[in-house]
């Protein structure tokens, strides 16, 4: 490891554009070689923990999901952000490490293992004498495993990861400098000191990361004397409530952090839309402590193109509350998706733009189907089909509207929109884009309605994650020809 209090300070900016852009929050991060390997929350959708890797810290490539079948991750009844809170990723004597909280499936938090990173991984073991969120891990000198939590303060034990058993009393560790909700910690040798880093203020405006430092991973911890490392909070910054870090050395010894953030647009107060996003920032030492140094950022993020493909479901679709295979099956030319008399089933992926068109075509001569942008069930936007009808419906709370209708036919594309906002820059109608419902035919596109997309934001509807756009199906079984994404920002 670098001596930290060899290297040179350098103060920087925050980054504008996110390395995972849409809902990818509380980024987990660690390195085999010269390899990163990064998860993120997932909250009511599975498969859960979604998993990426990367050389450079900024192009990552997804290669799937920790928990990818039903034995490892219990959503039933799961509410919009409940299920999988933050994770921890490492990697220890040859094998990678994931701790993580399902808030759904208690009590305790779930502990899963892997030689490769893409799979198989373990069955969770379940560790039940601490309770709270946000589990690490680390292990100290003489190789025992500690876990790390949030629990109305940060706390600590030595945990036998094989059997999920405490092998010590859990104790307070530190509690942060003053902020609200301390969570989130990481703890870190570097040099002769260990760090402990959390995140404070909750997640949202006052959202800071700090750290603390002591001889030994069990303290005494004392605080950085400049905090916060990391915040927006009070600044124009357009990407703000930054928090929830992790650390990760490069091979040539520079260091790195990733972060959540969120790009709030529109008229005060602001609206964001995508969900908490993740970002990412070199980091120098001054002094013992960190100091972040500048953004690691792409120059532009290209446009996307993808597809709900044939015979096979990617790893960017997932399920509300099911597993896609669960309620999906392709029969011949076309995806059938079955509501299974429990209510309304969704399948689909994260919204990663600002501006995107989705497209789908629907037959729904044996249910109801939709195809829809959603923040959750109670805020969403749907081309809803039933029979030979199509009703473009918004959904805001306990208000339902149909905006407008159309006849459905064999040849009918559903379509949904996401364009920028018309009202003037400074009006206080600006909300951060518009939704735009239409349906094409040979004939042309019939557009039917728009709707300020302030009301699928989390400041409208509240909760953790972020857009989603996919297919749902009410009753009965539908038919899915086709689902098509294209992004850009």
Not at 396 to 401: D, E, I, N, Q, W
Request: glycine residues 14%.
């Amino acid at each position: 490891m670098t001596d930290p209090e060899a290297v040179p300070p350098t103060d920087g900016v925050l980054p504008t554009r996110p390395v995972l852009g849409g809902f990818h929050p509380d980024p987990t991060v660690c390195r085999v070689d010269d390899v990163f390997y990064l998860a993120c929350s997932s909250f009511e959708y599975a498969p859960g923990v979604p998993l990426f890797r990367s050389r450079d810290l900024v192009t990552w490539e997804r290669i799937g999901s920790v928990m990818d079948r039903p034995a490892q991750l219990a959503l039933t009844g799961a509410a919009p952000s409940a299920g999988v809170y933050a994770p921890t990723l490492r990697h220890h004597d040859g094998t990678f490490f994931l701790v993580t909280t399902n808030v759904s499936d208690g009590p305790g938090h779930l502990l899963m293992t892997a030689t490769d990173p893409t799979g198989p991984w373990s069955d969770p073991v379940r560790i039940r004498g601490a309770g709270g969120i946000d589990p690490d891990l680390a292990w100290d000198e003489d190789g025992r495993c500690l876990l790390t939590w949030s629990d109305d303060g940060i706390f600590q034990a030595v945990l036998d990861p094989a059997t999920g058993g405490l092998r010590s009393e859990p104790r307070p560790l530190w509690s942060g400098t003053g902020g609200r909700d301390p969570e989130g910690p990481h703890l870190y040798r570097v040099g002769r000191w260990w760090y402990l880093m959390v995140a404070e203020g909750g997640t949202g405006p006052g959202h800071a990361v700090t750290i603390a430092r002591g001889p030994s991973p069990t303290g005494p911890f004392e605080a950085c004397p400049h905090p916060p490392l990391l915040t927006a909070r009070g600044t124009p910054e357009p990407v703000q409530n930054t928090g929830h870090a992790d650390l990760v050395e490069r091979l040539d010894g520079s260091w790195a952090m990733v972060f959540l953030g969120v790009r709030p647009s529109g008229s005060f107060p602001g609206w964001h839309v995508l969900g908490r996003e993740t970002f990412a920032a070199d980091v120098v030492w001054r002094d013992g402590w960190p100091v972040v140094a500048g953004p690691v950022e792409p120059r532009a993020r290209p446009p996307v193109r993808a597809a709900l493909g044939e015979g096979a479901l990617g790893p960017d679709w997932v399920g509300a509350g099911v597993f896609p295979d669960q309620v999906l099956r392709w029969s011949r030319d076309r995806w059938r998706m079955a509501s299974g008399g429990t209510g309304r089933v969704f399948v689909g992926r994260r919204q990663e733009h600002r501006t995107v068109v989705v497209r789908a075509g629907i037959d729904a001569d044996g249910g109801a189907g939709a195809l829809e942008i959603r923040i959750d069930p109670g805020h969403r936007v749907a081309l809803e089909v039933d029979g030979g009808r199509i009703r473009a419906v918004a959904r805001a709370g306990p208000l339902t509207t149909v905006l407008g209708e159309a006849p459905a036919s064999a040849d009918t594309v559903l379509e949904l929109r996401v364009v920028e906002p018309t009202a003037p820059q400074y009006s206080r109608e600006r909300g951060p884009d518009v939704i735009v419902a239409a349906v094409r035919t040979p004939r042309g596109t019939t557009e039917l309605a728009r709707l300020d997309g302030r009301y699928l934001s989390t400041e409208v509807a509240g909760g953790f994650t972020g857009r989603m756009v996919g297919v749902s199906c009410a009753s009965g079984e539908i038919g899915v020809r086709f689902v098509e994404y294209r992004g850009a920002d």
